[in-house]
């Protein structure tokens, strides 16, 4: 514990700010086919164009910029030709492809514009011995998104953040400038447009954007800078941008979205297996258990203990037939033993990270003294992947990758000795250099072994330390929260800067890890969690317990009421997941990426967007009954009572205990299965298409419309990539007294020749009296027995329309009113 004495006036250091300066006089400016480079006295800079709006600088004080290999966060890319470089007296105007930059000659400040986007950043470099500092300026009234997995709320403007995997056990709080995860892509939006920033660096890097009002710096310590300047004018053109440079989540496998149960750690085979039926029993939906630490034998990875697990595959079989997968950790230490197999096998080939002297580092973790393997080296992660055959062979598809910062408990560092030295396939380079990317590169190895060993079958990882690109391999969940409603909160920033940051398959520990929850805190957090694209309730050994049944029946039967929920919108998140794997835009929104021009949407880091469409505004705070939600433009509903609002204004949303503040828009298209005990059975077979009409026709809005593309596979296999898959894009659109519904099917996948598709409408602005072609019902009991046909309710303002169609055919149907 520290006391006031940290902060004695006479133990201060004082500030000791580096002395930065220019770059060295301007000398000379060299073209080549696809760059330009700008030799200055003491360093060089050279630009390439990358791609529409993508825009590279690399620059470097001693040696050649061109030479700065990317780093693995990147997908492979061929920069543009084309350069056009005109120098004057004054300055260096160069054009490649649409960017313009205008460099001064005597202060080496660059301006840069894209295309119409005239403002993409004013920017000058410096550097203090090998500290090498990018200064950019900070529009007025801009917010700052982005930088991945870091504390404090949505707009990032007056932080400051390290650039550091760290293993952070101590409460996430403001202070705290670094966690497990380090991607250093930050995006200045205003109301006319957004543009990114990223420094592809895996070492230390410092991200200010307190010490000035109107600039903020990147500092790196090697000597080094990469940049990459993402253009919009869109917020959602600089994210989708930012992930055609890092990659896209690969589409999980579906029982990957559904509810998953964790305990640091569920003990023994009996406790799993109990835990597993109690589940069943109680009808709350679950798809996965994961074995914490407890399961291996003495903590040694690709083992189970013999005694706690005696027979793991029957375990694991016994599961799989009530729908239930386990996912193991699987940590990257090694333990220290002779006579270990993957132990003597990476010595023997070399696979451990080493000293200078060619020893392997040796630090402790869980099993006390361990070795780490090389994951930059190709050969190893090909070694570590094949490991995983062990788990295959049990049954395991999915697997928990934790304390790959990597942590160390008795290194002064806390993690590997900055000499320690890595292959990284023949360029090798000291752990300080490429730190934050050995994470990504153990879910890598995780992944890609995986996907070879399971024949077709999709691969689920889930990490803790990342950097960007890491949602190319896995899913990310938060780390070391408590069970602080504060925590909570900070997860509705977190999650949505990370998704603004490439990574979309997010969560927190539901219920927080450390700490001890209580029922009302479980029942908020779930009710959250339902939301976040990963959901997954996991506390610590000692704390106490935290399965939805343990806070006695009011809470075990609104944890199960929103498990539930979460079941019935998995077409509507599966689909929000792949369309995601295309575009690379998050699941979970902040309201600016839907409103940017809106700056009411700027600040708002405590309620968010699932898609364009569903408002989820959770309760984070103790006893609150009531809470504020802004509704940005357009007509809204209330999910529970279907109250109508008209948006732009601030509202007070009613929010008992039992009720999560959740809203619809207006045109909105979601479609609900129905609740299953798990993903396998959650085929959409029991389709129905929410619908949610005008309203009213007022002279602000005579209108609504809506669009979704409702997407189907085996949720299961790679077939999807051959084509096996199928797409639903509905369109909906209503005026006056007339609504229509059009949908097109695209691709292949359905294995159903016919299928049966239940349409709600909630809250048409008229009452239908036809639609041509489908006959009106005089009961709901009818819609049961017919193929097809349509009925109202008039008191709740709903019309059901029951259709049947042919798989390979589109329709569409038109209500009168
Ligand atoms: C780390 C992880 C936590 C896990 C524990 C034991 O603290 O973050 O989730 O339960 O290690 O493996």
């Known amino acids: ?52 709006g993508m825009l590279r600088i690399a620059c470097k004080l001693k040696g050649d910029s061109t030479a700065i290999v990317p780093t693995e966060a990147l997908l492979p890319y061929m920069p543009e030709a084309g350069w056009k470089v005109s120098e004057y007296s004054d300055r260096l105007e160069l054009q490649g492809g649409l960017y313009r930059i205008v460099m001064d000659k005597s202060s080496l400040t660059m301006q840069i514009e894209y295309a119409e986007q005239k403002n993409c950043g004013t920017y000058k470099l410096s550097n203090a011995g090998s500290l090498v500092r990018f200064n950019g300026k900070m529009l007025e009234d801009a917010a700052i998104y982005g930088l991945g997995e870091t504390t404090g709320y949505l707009n990032k403007r007056g932080e400051r953040y390290t650039m ?28 006319c447009g957004s543009f990114g920033l990223f420094v592809d660096h895996p070492g230390k890097l410092i991200v200010d954007l307190r010490e000035e009002q109107d600039a903020y710096s990147i500092q790196t310590e090697n000597g080094e800078m990469d940049l990459y300047v993402i253009a919009g004018p869109k917020l959602k053109d600089v994210v989708s941008g930012f992930t055609n440079l890092t990659g896209k989540m690969q589409l999980p496998p579906l029982w990957s979205l559904g509810y998953q149960q964790s305990r640091f750690s569920y003990m023994n085979q009996e406790e799993v297996l109990q835990l597993a039926g109690t589940f069943r029993e109680k009808q709350i939906p679950c798809d996965v258990i994961y074995l914490d630490i407890h399961y291996m034998d003495e903590y040694k990875v690709f083992t189970f203990d013999p005694v706690r697990f005696p027979d793991p595959k029957g375990m694991i079989q016994k599961l799989k037939t009530m729908g239930i997968r386990i996912v193991p950790i699987v940590d990257p230490g090694v333990k220290v033993e002779q006579g270990y197999e993957p132990y003597e096998q990476g010595v023997d080939q070399g696979y451990f990270c080493e000293k200078p002297d060619g020893e392997p580092f040796v630090g402790n973790v869980w099993p006390g003294a361990s070795v780490f393997p090389d994951f930059t080296d190709e050969a190893v992660r090909q070694w570590w992947g094949a490991l995983h055959r062990f788990y295959v062979d049990h049954g395991i598809t999915g697997v928990w990758n934790d304390m790959n910062e990597p942590s160390v408990f008795n290194s002064a560092t806390k993690t590997m000795d900055a000499d320690v030295l890595h292959q990284n396939g023949g360029n090798v380079k000291t752990h300080e250099d490429i730190h934050n990317l050995y994470g990504m590169l153990m879910s890598k190895a995780t992944y890609e072994g995986l996907e070879r060993l399971l024949g077709g079958e999709r691969p689920f990882v889930l990490t803790r330390a990342g950097c960007a690109g890491i949602q190319r391999y896995a899913a990310v969940w938060t780390g070391d929260n408590r069970s602080y409603w504060e925590h909570m909160e900070l997860f509705i920033s977190m999650g949505m800067n990370l998704g603004l940051s490439g990574v979309p398959f997010t969560g927190a520990d539901i219920g927080g890890f450390m700490h001890h929850a209580s029922g009302e805190l479980l029942v908020r957090w779930t009710q959250l969690g339902v939301f976040t694209p990963f959901f997954r309730n996991h506390s610590a050994i000692e704390t106490r317990r935290q399965e939805p049944w343990t806070f006695g029946d009011q809470v075990e039967v609104i944890c ?71 509704l940005p433009d357009g007509i809204w509903y209330d999910f529970w009572t279907e109250a109508r609002y008209v948006g732009g204004q601030h509202i007070m949303a009613n929010a008992p205990l039992e009720t999560l ?65 199928s797409e639903l894009k509905i369109n909906f659109e209503e005026k006056g007294s007339l609504a229509t519904v059009n949908c097109k099917i695209e691709g292949n996948g359905s294995d159903a020749d016919f299928k049966t598709l239940m349409f709600t409408f ?56």
């Open 560 to 630: 199960r009421k929103y498990i539930e929920l979460r079941y019935m919108l998995l077409p509507y998140l599966y689909s929000l997941f792949h369309a995601s794997t295309l575009n690379g835009l998050p699941i979970m929104r902040p309201l600016v990426l839907e409103y940017p021009d809106d700056p009411r949407t700027f600040q708002l880091s405590d309620q968010f967007l699932l898609g364009a469409d569903v408002l989820v505004a959770p309760v984070c705070r103790p006893g609150k009954e009531v809470r504020t939600v802004y």
């Open 1 to 52: 514990m520290h006391t006031s004495e940290t902060i004695h006036p006479d133990q201060m250091e004082g500030h000791s700010e580096f002395a930065f300066r220019d770059l060295g006089a301007y000398s000379r400016v060299e073209q080549r086919e696809v760059s330009v480079t700008v030799h200055t006295a003491e360093s060089n800079m050279t630009f390439w164009y990358i791609a529409p």
């Open 164 to 191: 550091w995997n760290s293993d952070v056990f101590d409460p996430h709080v403001p202070d705290m400038e670094s966690l497990y995860q380090s991607i250093p892509f930050l995006i200045q939006h205003t109301a």
């Open 661 to 725: 503040p959740l809203f619809v828009k207006a045109g909105a298209v979601v479609p609900f299965t129905s609740v299953r005990q798990h993903t396998d059975e959650a085929r959409w077979t029991n389709l129905n298409i929410h619908v949610f009409g005008l309203g009213e026709s007022d002279g602000q809005y005579d209108s609504a419309s809506g669009e979704f593309s409702l997407y189907e596979d085996d949720g299961i296999s790679d077939a999807y990539k051959q084509g096996a898959s």
């Open 762 to 817: 909630h809250a048409l602005s008229f009452i239908p009296v036809g639609i041509q072609g489908i006959s009106q019902l005089h009961s709901p009991e009818h819609l049961e027995e017919q193929r097809a046909g349509w009925y109202y309710d008039k008191q709740d303002n709903h019309l059901v329309v029951k259709l049947t169609f042919a798989g390979d055919a589109g329709f569409e149907f038109v209500i009168e009113g």
